[in-house]
């Protein structure tokens, strides 16, 4: 396979969504396409990318409308199916909220929005979103948000560290996970977690942020480029360079 | 959607009293019953009453405004034209930007009034059809330990980032200070800036006989009646009961409209948009038929209304937020209002542009008001008046400050980190993390720098932009103030690699009918001309935000200047860090020990005295030059304006973002060490290259060729010590702690 399909969902109110579509197309050089939330269907695409921002105005709670536009239902089967699906920040939410991820995302301990780029850890390697990254590895990806603060019960939050599927924690600038290095309050500093098959990652960190060196930030890439080896395409093994 | 219709009730007769109570002069009514040639009606008389306002007819400043200079070969359109400024920077490709004022709202509801003051600044880019791409800030408070301030002071800043953060564009720069006079008088300055391609400019005018006039977004509620009028008024007890005078704002709806709106400039069909701020429809109906010189016909029976009863007189001066007035090619409205549906929006036809120099509004088929709408505009028939202005007395009691009476330092450190904590000098890291600085990913530079810098992708090219004023300089000297602010925001932009182009400006002053306030207004604005004449950045346009003033206090003349630079190659941006040890560290520029005015003098003092710093106009378009040919040679590493708190901060400044660096510097100037240290004289920058001789031959080599003054004055170090003449030394570690949580230790 030389070229992927990615699809990038716009609800009303997303705004990271041409960031997305940017990276996918313009620095990652694959066929990107943006997805109507009014439309029933994915199409053929590989990947689907629910994007940041602030669907419908988060008014009511954090992705909680955007579960039920027109698109997620096909987006929850091309899931479901065994297809990959990123989403980041917003897009996490929304993945918690139409149940393809476990768990909530509750405002942020400070009660403050909170722009900040975040050192974290990454904890597996062995899912198809981190195989280009070594474990314990520290990468540096911008957060902005205000609901980022995860929260599972604790057989939950068990059955997420036995398996595996908890993907990035906020750390310090060593790779130590400690409270202070928590930005939001989330349980175990979790800033990204997989669903149990693999296939689904939710994110709150913005790795589309650190994705082009012009931002003298390029850790994203690395996210980017395990998804694209997954299948089957090669890409360049940047050792990439952090600000 | 339930939908409600106006009311026509019987309306009060029209009278001079009721017209004064409406904030109109004697003078005023009898030009409207000229105008009008008959007694008007009621809601004729709100109509009027709103266009002249200060807020809308700009009737004090106006004449004096006419001084800035407007023109450049880059302006695409001329200041006032349209809603914003407009600057060609080649590659098919524009820029809109403004500043405006949000400061009354604020002071009354700071969240919501900070929030709309966002979303109109960037309703005013996106109705040129251009794509806000980042937004700034300039806030003034008052001291941080009042509580009153601190409410003020978190609400706005929540305001501005909810606002921003969802609508989705960076807020990338700003600046804010803290000064007791900005106690009960806020100021919530908005500046945006948006990129547009030449064929999609949208125009604020009405054409074409027989074109439908739509109103899209939100519909019309009874928020914010009046809030023009209320703008034009200080701020008095009674402000607190005209809370409903303040708009609420909606991002999400903003959002979808604006992503609307550059969908329907796209299918050539649309003739003329203008935004609807102050004064609703009736200020885009008559704006937009003045300029394209013709007339409409409106019926309020079309306008989608939120609210029941409401007369024709609420419609037309409601300031209900994320609404629209736009005129479409008859025949084609279906198609410009199914892309507002696909994007949840409401579009309605309520009228048509007619061959007629009257604005007629109807209720069907009653008239409810009809008046000529160049009779009302500003640049039309709008009232213009030049006011009595006479030197303040206070200024030659604060001239008259003995500089020489201040102590000596006692502990150079302490009076070195205590300066570094001031609130207005220390990081503004609590406020920039509640806003999202990178959304659109172009952001390369937004903190602990010198200005933004947003890269323009498709291009090479990259905008940097600032706001800056120093209200203080104004106070003290209003006409070197006003050349200061556009020096130092110039010297901003050049300090991160760009060519300063133009500028929008905000003016917040006392009450003008006060001749001491109006002095300050006219001598500042001349400043600004002619700083801007030196240093070739026109105005594009801006706003002026009059009656800054309560029974307690009044304000510091403030102008803000929001500058805009362009960087060619994205490769040139320079940030104001230090970057390795072993590199020197240059002054360029001359310190003249000028200590008043100054944040230090403030600190000691507790008062604004002394006269503001010098500034050779000159002399600073040579230093901007120099600067920017040194860039080109590639020979420098940082570079970073020396200003509040002077060389000693900005040393700081340039420390407190890298890891495991020092400094060491020698400076000796032959001044008084704390005057040497903390002057804020202007048109100085500190520099770093790589200590290599032939680096620093051309470095002398430029200086000379530009004839100002280059000095080597230390050298980056690998030890995390800050060392100025062994007189400061501090572990950089303190500097860091100090400099990001001062702000944090005292609100949280």
């Known amino acids: 396979m030389s070229r992927i399909k990615i699809g990038v969902v716009v609800f009303p109110g997303s705004n990271c969504d041409h960031d997305a579509h940017y990276v996918a197309s313009t620095i990652l050089r694959q066929d990107a396409q943006l997805l109507w939330h009014k439309d029933g269907s994915v199409g053929d695409v590989d990947v689907v990318i629910l994007p940041g921002g602030f669907s419908y105005g988060d008014y009511l709670r954090c992705g909680a409308i955007a579960r039920f536009s027109p698109i997620m239902k096909d987006v929850i089967r091309f899931a479901k199916n065994g297809g990959v699906v990123i989403g980041i920040c917003n897009g996490f939410q929304i993945l918690t909220e139409a149940g393809l991820l476990p768990g909530v995302l509750l405002r942020n301990k400070s009660l403050r929005f909170i722009c900040r780029t975040v050192p974290l850890r990454v904890e597996t390697t062995a899912t198809r979103f981190t195989n280009k990254c070594t474990k314990g590895e520290v990468l540096r990806i911008p957060i902005a948000h205000g609901d980022g603060n995860y929260f599972a019960d604790d057989d939950t939050l068990q059955q997420l560290e036995d398996n595996g599927q908890i993907v990035f924690r906020y750390c310090d600038e060593h790779g130590n996970v400690t409270p202070e290095a928590n930005p939001n309050g989330s349980r175990n500093n979790i800033a990204g977690i997989v669903n149990d098959q693999g296939n689904v990652l939710g994110m709150m960190p913005h790795p589309e942020r650190a994705s082009d060196s012009i931002l003298r930030l390029t850790d994203g890439l690395k996210v980017f480029y395990s998804v694209l080896e997954s299948f089957g395409i090669s890409v360049p093994n940047t050792t990439v360079v952090s600000e | ?748």
């Not at chain 2, 700003?174 to 908005?190: I, Q």
């Not at chain 2, 607190?240 to 609307?260: M, T």
């Not at chain 2, 070739?536 to 403030?558: D, K, R």
Request: hydrophobic content about 40%; charged content about 20%.
């Open chain 2, 1 to 748: 959607m339930k939908r409600y219709l106006p009311v026509l009730r019987e309306e009060p007769d029209v009278t001079l009293e009721l017209a004064l109570e409406h904030g109109l002069t004697e003078e005023e009514y009898y030009r409207m019953l000229k105008f009008l040639g008959r007694t008007p009606t009621y809601t004729e008389l709100g109509i009027y009453s709103v266009m002249w306002s200060e807020h809308c007819s700009y009737k004090n400043s106006i004449a004096v405004l006419k001084m800035l200079p407007r023109s450049g070969k880059k302006l695409l359109v001329s200041a006032g034209e349209e809603n914003a400024g407009l600057i060609d920077i080649g590659d098919g490709l524009a820029v809109a930007f403004k500043i405006e004022s949000h400061n009354h709202p604020s002071a009354i509801e700071p969240y919501q009034g900070a929030a709309t003051g966002v979303g109109g600044i960037l309703r005013d880019i996106f109705s040129m059809g251009a794509r806000p791409i980042a937004v700034l800030n300039s806030l003034r408070f008052g001291e941080l330990n009042d509580a009153r301030v601190k409410y003020l002071f978190k609400n706005v800043v929540k305001g501005i980032g909810d606002y921003g953060n969802s609508f989705g564009v960076p807020t990338v720069a700003g600046e804010v200070y803290f000064d007791n006079c900005y106690r009960t008088n806020p100021l919530v300055n908005a500046m945006a800036v948006g990129i547009v391609e030449h064929s999609y400019i949208a125009k604020a005018s009405a054409k074409g006989e027989g074109n439908t006039v739509l109103i899209v977004g939100s519909s019309t509620g009874r928020d914010g009646i009046h809030g023009a009028t209320f703008a034009s008024e200080e701020i008095s007890e009674k402000s607190e009961s005209k809370r409903p005078a303040v708009q609420v704002g909606d991002p999400f709806v903003e959002k979808l409209l604006l992503e609307a709106t550059l969908e329907a400039i796209r299918t050539g069909h649309v003739v003329g948009i203008q935004d609807m701020g102050a004064a609703g429809i009736t200020c885009s109906t008559t704006e937009m038929s003045a300029r394209g010189g013709m007339g409409m016909e409106i019926d309020l029976l079309k306008v989608p209304l939120r609210e029941s009863n409401m007369t024709p007189y609420e419609i037309m001066l409601s300031e209900s937020q994320e609404r629209m007035l736009f005129i479409v090619s008859k025949g084609y409205e279906e198609e410009i209002i199914r892309i507002f549906k696909k994007w949840d929006i409401e579009a309605e036809p309520i009228g048509t542009v007619v061959n007629s120099k009257f604005v007629t509004i109807k209720v069907g088929t009653t008239t409810v008001a009809q008046v000529p709408a160049k009779s009302l505009v500003l640049g039309g028939d709008a009232p213009v008046y030049i006011r009595e202005q006479r030197r303040p007395t206070y200024l030659d009691q604060v001239h008259s400050f003995d500089i020489t009476s201040l102590p000596p330092v006692d502990n150079y450190n302490e009076t070195f980190l205590k300066l570094l904590s001031r609130p207005s000098i220390a990081s503004k890291r609590w406020i920039y993390e509640q806003y999202d600085a990178q959304v659109r990913t172009n952001t390369i530079l937004y903190k602990n720098c010198d200005a933004a810098v947003v890269r323009i992708k498709g291009t090479t090219k990259a905008l940097a932009m600032k706001t800056d004023g120093n209200g203080r300089y104004v106070y003290l000297n209003a006409r070197r103030g006003g050349q200061i602010a556009v020096a130092e925001s110039a010297r901003n932009v050049v300090c991160v690699g760009a060519q300063p182009v133009a500028i929008t400006n905000c003016l917040n002053f006392g009450n003008p009918y006060d001749p001491e306030v109006y002095w300050q207004f006219y001598e500042a604005v001349q400043g600004i001309a002619e700083a801007c004449t030196i240093l070739e950045t026109p105005v594009t346009g801006g706003n002026v935000s009059f009656y800054n003033e309560s029974n307690e206090e009044t304000i510091y003349p403030t102008p803000v200047i929001g500058m805009l630079g362009i960087i060619d190659d994205i490769d040139q941006v320079i940030d104001s860090n230090f970057k390795e040890p072993g590199d020197i560290i240059w002054e360029l520029g001359r310190n003249f020990g000028e200590i008043g005015g100054s944040e230090y003098l403030m600190m000691i003092t507790k008062k604004a005295v002394g006269d503001a710093p010098n500034i050779d106009l000159h002399y600073e378009r040579s230093i901007q030059q120099c600067l920017l040919e040194m860039n080109k040679h590639n020979l420098l590493k940082s570079a970073h304006d020396i200003s509040d708190g002077g060389i000693a901060v900005a040393l700081a400044e340039s420390i407190v973002s890298t890891k495991g660096l020092g400094l060491h510097v020698e400076y000796n100037c032959k001044i008084r060490p704390d005057f040497m240290l903390f002057s804020e004289s202007q048109s100085r920058i500190i520099l770093t290259t790589e200590n290599k001789p032939t680096i620093l031959q051309e470095m002398y080599d430029l200086a000379n060729k530009f004839n100002v003054q280059l000095t080597k004055i230390g050298i980056v170090t690998d030890r995390p010590q800050f060392n100025i003449n062994a007189t400061i030394m501090v572990d950089v570690e303190k500097i860091k702690d100090v400099y990001y949580n001062a702000i944090e230790r005292i609100i949280e």
